[in-house]
């Protein structure tokens, strides 16, 4: 096997991928049976598969390709980088240019007293380094048995054996023995599954106190910090109402414990705003960054801390790093990112066009009767499918059944809508034109009649 093209047949693609390749997050024995997906390039919003199909990327790749495939700078910036230097590490009393520049930039971009940044290949990485920041911090500090973190059921913070444990995906914490000690999860602020009689905004506050009620219960010398994404992407696009943030930055402030704002989706413009953050008013301690900081086309991700987390852990050595932390071709593509962002206003744009128009679009999108919610932040929305609007009902067939129907009819209609359980979630590139959201919303129209046809044929349509 010398030379593998986009130009074998698909077929032959499809065989040798089934013979040798382990996909992530994937059912393998489906997956042969049906036959894998090859794409073979990309340009903007489209991706473009061995088959010839032009499909329109709702995904961003996986929430992360912000400025939109084919940007030659990017390319570019990387080829300059290999030539001049294609690595060096960052350890041992040694830097380069790149990472002092990306480093200086993310500070600069960075809201209030976050000016310092550590490096990682990804944002599970990232979070791993969270995870030993903070219990290093609290020990420099002097309170060494303040080891708990507090995260969120349904939150997702990544897959290596820390970050999966932040996460609270149950799936994930069947397998392998997890989550690791000292992680407590809290329920999610999820209105519309989980809500029940209560307004939004009174649950928004009873959720946010299941932290201060973990921090009794727990004892507040023994937590070190709570994390959330500032709108939860993986479980769903699920929105907090408007009373959840502020009551968790009273109670983070009140028992004095690190705030871990995980921007890796939110950051670098998908809501609006350069962070997630900013919108929500959190003031967090350190910011987890990876996927937008360099629209994926390196893998990239980081710890952004505060001048106090970072003077705190400075007092000592921390036996901490990876050896492509602040890689320079990473570096130096993450930063002819961020040029592209800033110099073509793509966060302004998004908040003061791109995402309004996606909104009105896509909230129209709650008249189908399949349609139990229609909710959006910035560029990144979701949908929960129902059998019943008016009760907010789930289904009888098991979770994800009929979200895996509806992303089918997606695809067959070239559109990627990815379903998480049985809600539909989309994350365009921050890029997107009016015109290409009309097809978006169109697509995703025909996919819903489509899955209704089919949910109803298979007499799927019943509340749980
Ligand atoms: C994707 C994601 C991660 C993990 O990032 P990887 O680069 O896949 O390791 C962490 N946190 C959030 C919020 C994410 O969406």
Not at 35 to 56: F, M, N, Q
Not at 226 to 238: D, N, T, W, Y
Not at 419 to 441: C, F, K, N, W, Y
Request: glycine share 10%.
């Amino acid at each position: 096997m010398n030379k593998i093209t986009n130009h074998m047949p698909t077929a032959e693609l499809q065989r040798l991928d089934a013979a040798h390749h382990l996909h992530p997050f994937t059912d393998h024995g489906a997956l042969r049976e049906k036959g894998v997906r090859v794409i073979t390039g990309a340009e903007g919003v489209w991706l473009k598969d061995s088959e010839g199909h032009r499909i329109l990327d709702g995904m961003a790749g996986l929430w992360c390709v912000n400025v939109g495939y084919g940007r030659d700078e990017l390319a570019e910036a990387a080829y300059r980088q290999m030539k001049e230097l294609p690595y060096y590490n960052t350890f041992f009393q040694t830097t380069h240019v790149p990472a002092i520049a990306l480093s200086a930039k993310i500070a600069e971009l960075a809201p209030g007293h976050l000016n310092h940044v550590f490096f990682a290949s990804s944002g599970s990485e990232a979070n791993d380094t969270n995870i030993r920041l903070v219990r290093h911090y609290w020990a420099q500090k002097g309170q060494p048995e303040r080891q708990v973190i507090v995260a969120r059921k349904n939150g997702y913070h990544g897959s290596s054996m820390g970050s999966a444990s932040l996460g609270g995906m149950a799936a994930m914490h069947s397998q392998g023995g997890l989550p690791i000690p000292g992680i407590h999860h809290i329920d999610q602020p999820y209105w519309w599954g989980e809500g029940g009689e209560m307004s939004p905004e009174e649950f928004g506050i009873a959720r946010a106190r299941q932290l201060e009620e973990a921090i009794q219960r727990i004892g507040p010398d023994k937590v070190g910090a709570f994390i959330a994404e500032p709108v939860q992407g993986a479980g769903g696009v699920i929105v907090p109402p408007e009373s959840y943030w502020p009551e968790i930055r009273r109670i983070v402030k009140e028992y004095g414990i690190l705030l871990i704002a995980d921007e890796v989706i939110c950051g670098f413009g998908r809501t609006g705003e350069w962070f997630g953050s900013q919108g929500y008013g959190i003031e967090p301690d350190i910011m987890t960054i990876a996927k937008g900081l360099s629209s994926g086309y390196q893998p990239i991700g980081g710890s952004i801390v505060s001048d106090e987390v970072a003077e705190t852990i400075a007092k000592d050595e921390f036996f901490h790093g990876y050896t492509y932390s602040g890689h320079p071709v990473a570096c130096a593509v993450a930063l002819e990112n961020l040029r592209i962002l800033e110099e073509e206003k793509i966060v302004e744009r998004v908040r003061e066009t791109t995402a309004p128009y996606l909104k009105k679009k896509w909230e129209s999108l709650a008249d189908h009767p399949l349609v139990g919610e229609a909710t959006i932040r910035g560029m990144m929305a979701s949908i929960a499918l129902t059998p019943d609007k008016a009760s907010r009902a789930k289904f009888a067939s098991d979770p994800g059944t009929v979200g895996l129907i509806c992303r089918e009819r997606s695809f067959a209609n070239d559109l990627v809508m990815r379903h998480v359980g049985d809600r539909m979630v989309i994350s365009p590139p921050l890029v997107i034109s009016q015109a290409e959201i009309d097809t978006l919303i169109e697509r995703a129209r025909i996919a819903l009649d489509e899955a209704m046809e089919e949910i109803e044929a298979q007499g799927l349509m019943q509340a749980a």
